[in-house]
């Protein structure tokens, strides 16, 4: 048995750490290198003593080595830290490491030197032989054990992390340890003050990732991939070239391992996974400028729940209502529809929905609007996590798993309904609007044929429509590409006229064949329709662009 001194802050919290730690025989809580004899709590407290918070870990060194113990001490401090850790302060909180045998001393300075390689500012721990330890009283001793939710300095996740740690770490548990797990020294202390992502004046924009054990990594975007290189302290850092205004997605990948940005706190959901969010701006009116919150009047947006007796449940819808919305003027709406893997959430997070209509809305080229951005997945009352189904993993099919008692179109009525009674809408087909991406798009092509008096303005983004034919040839050969009934509802929903059916697509885009039938079957039979063409594919760039330019069309 072996046995070391360390100081690190309160000593509940820095006990309980240590105590997860396998290899760790015993921990005692005390008061190390002062200067009176047998001091009390209430005596080291007032930091008259020169006392330090200390914890006497005895260890096994056949399991684990006083080398790792210290890194992992490293782990739980702030090393730059005098006098302080987390919202502890006075002398009596400062760091540590008392040694009782001069065989210690080596490893101590190796690891002391190592850690000061990673840092930009001297190290203020302590590096001295043990003068003296008091054991602190019994109410101190293993206080987190007697009292789980008393106060402790170091998240809860990192006694979880301390019971994982092993003396040999693997590769991927040094780069969790490393970045995002590197729970003291970045993300509670932020050691490194670390700006990532950094838009810089001309567009480019610089990544910086704290990762001093990592062999490799780069940024992967929808700007490209940006390969990083090593600086001082183990920052890595990348610029991009000059990027046009928009907004902008991104991981780091480390080694091989994608990750998300620990600087970066904004990120989307798109179906099961994350992404750091970050957008370029130039000037008013630029698509980034879109897509920020500016200084403008603001809408409100709202989670709400409504009975659908269709669908027999309660599901849940996400509701735009412009500034100025309680004043008491009654507004059009736009029933604005997600695609696959999407929910009621896509359009204001991915979509940047709010933004856009506060913006325009701003600026006078938008008519002030109600936005209802209901969920699409029949089979799911709201988002992945916000019903009972709970905490499950959502999946792009997630809406074919399992059959739903009726169809989204079937079941849109109870929506309409809804709205309609509850908000001060013009309950008519002139100041009704519906359009969707990819699944939403196909639902809006269904819905306003299904109901062809209740929406005068129809935009298909992107849009998965079902057609009965294989190809152009095909379509030449049936004359149509539709059931019968199905072609008598759109004859229906055409000659009842529209102010507006729009169809937007990318020329990169999986569904382009797709559309590109049925505008020949529109040509074929003459109904009137608008056709954008934009670069790229399937993607929340081109379907921005399309809400954008779709809104300032309706209602006017």
């Known amino acids: 048995m072996r046995e070391i001194y360390l100081a690190g802050g309160c000593f509940w919290g820095t006990e309980h750490y240590f105590k997860q730690i396998q290899g760790v025989l015993n921990t005692e809580v005390g008061f190390a290198n002062g200067n009176t004899e047998n001091p009390t709590y209430k005596e ?73 390689a990673l840092l930009t500012e001297p190290i203020a721990v302590e590096r001295l032989p043990l003068k003296n330890f008091y054991t602190a009283e019994e109410y101190h001793q293993d206080y987190l054990d007697k009292n789980p939710d008393g106060y402790c300095h170091l998240p809860t996740a990192l006694f979880e992390f301390a019971r994982q740690a092993k003396e040999k770490l693997t590769v991927c548990f040094l780069l969790m340890l490393m970045t995002a797990g590197s729970w003291a020294q970045q993300a509670i202390f932020d050691v490194n003050n670390l700006t990532s992502p950094q838009v810089n004046a001309d567009g480019s924009v610089t990544f910086q990732l704290y990762a001093p054990k990592a062999i490799t990594a780069s940024v992967t975007g929808d700007f490209g991939v940006i390969d990083m290189k090593e600086g001082k302290g183990g920052i ?14 991104y991981k780091y990948k480390v080694d091989g391992m994608d990750q998300l940005d620990p600087s970066n706190v904004y990120r989307c959901r798109d179906i099961a996974s994350f992404t750091n969010i970050f957008i370029v701006t130039k000037t008013q009116g630029d698509k980034g400028w879109l ?35 309680e004043d008491g003027r009654r507004y059009p709406v736009l029933y604005l529809l997600h695609g696959a893997g999407g929910d009621e959430e896509a359009w204001t997070t991915l979509g940047r929905a709010a933004q856009i209509l506060d913006n325009l809305i701003a600026e006078g080229k938008v008519k002030p609007m109600i936005v209802v ?21 959502p999946s792009f099919m997630g809406h074919a798993t399992s059959k739903p008692v009726a169809s989204t179109e079937e079941a849109f009525k109870d929506i309409v309904s809804y709205v309609d009674k509850h908000y001060r809408t013009l309950a008519n087909k002139k100041n009704r609007a519906i359009c969707g991406l990819s699944m939403g798009g196909g639902h809006s092509f269904a819905i306003s044929r299904l109901y062809p008096d209740w929406f005068n303005y129809v935009g298909l983004f992107s849009a998965y429509v079902h057609l009965d034919v294989k190809d152009s040839a095909d379509l030449q050969a049936k004359g149509c590409c539709f059931t019968p009934d199905s072609e008598r509802m759109l004859q229906t929903q055409f000659k009842k006229k529209l102010a507006l059916y729009w169809i937007a697509i990318g020329k990169d885009d999986f569904l382009y064949d797709n559309n590109k039938m049925y505008r020949e079957y529109l040509d074929q039979k003459g109904y009137p329709y608008e056709y954008v063409e934009t670069d790229g594919g399937h993607i929340w760039r081109n379907w921005r662009i399309y809400l954008t330019r779709f809104s300032q069309r309706l209602f006017k």
Request: net charge negative; aromatic share 14%; no cysteine.
């Open 44 to 116: 080291v407290y007032t930091d008259q003593t020169g006392y330090a918070e200390t914890v006497h870990v005895v260890y096994d060194e056949t399991v684990v080595s006083l080398e790792f113990l210290l890194n992992m001490f490293f782990k739980a401090i702030d090393p730059i830290s005098l006098n302080k850790q987390g919202h502890d302060e006075g002398t009596r909180y400062r760091t540590g490491v008392y040694y009782v045998t001069e065989d210690q001393l080596p490893i101590i300075n190796k690891v002391f030197n190592e850690q000061q």
């Open 291 to 325: 897509y920020s919150v500016n200084k403008v009047r603001h809408g409100n947006v709202s989670k709400v729940w409504y009975p659908s007796p269709t669908l027999k449940t309660t599901r849940r819808m996400t509701i735009y209502t412009p500034a100025g919305y």
């Open 236 to 249: 890595w850092s990348g610029t991009t070239p000059v990027l046009e205004p928009e907004m902008y997605s």
């Open 373 to 393: 951005m209901p969920n699409g997945n029949a089979n799911s009352d709201a988002a992945p996590g916000e019903w009972e189904k709970g905490m499950y993993k």
